[in-house]
């Protein structure tokens, strides 16, 4: 990171590209808390022409952004693996 970046408010990228998986796109997006990162990502599909969001927030931080980013993808994967198809029914 350049320093007039870090002089002006430059921060680390905490949004990562979506990742397909099983027909879902994971974003993985863990949230600033302090010093540390909370788990949090969002699961998004195409339903019936409409894009459906779920996101998935724990109360889980963590020391590095990129610890963060690999346990909210983690996380993401197994509340896909558990409701699947239910994720997004009314």
């Known amino acids: 990171m350049s320093l007039l970046k870090r002089l002006f408010g430059g ?13 879902f796109r994971i974003i ?7 010093s ?7 699961i998004e599909k195409d339903v019936d022409g409409e894009v459906q969001v779920q996101q998935v ?7 590095s952004l990129e610890q963060a980013q690999e346990i909210s993808l983690a ?9 699947g198809k239910t994720l997004f029914k009314s």
């Open 75 to 83: 996380k993401a994967k197994q509340v896909i693996d558990e409701q």
């Open 28 to 34: 993985v997006a863990p949230m600033p808390e302090g």
């Open 11 to 23: 921060k680390a990228k905490q949004e990562t590209p979506a990742e397909t998986y099983q027909g």
């Open 36 to 42: 540390k990162f909370r788990l949090a990502a969002r």
């Open 57 to 63: 927030i724990r109360a889980d931080t963590f020391d």
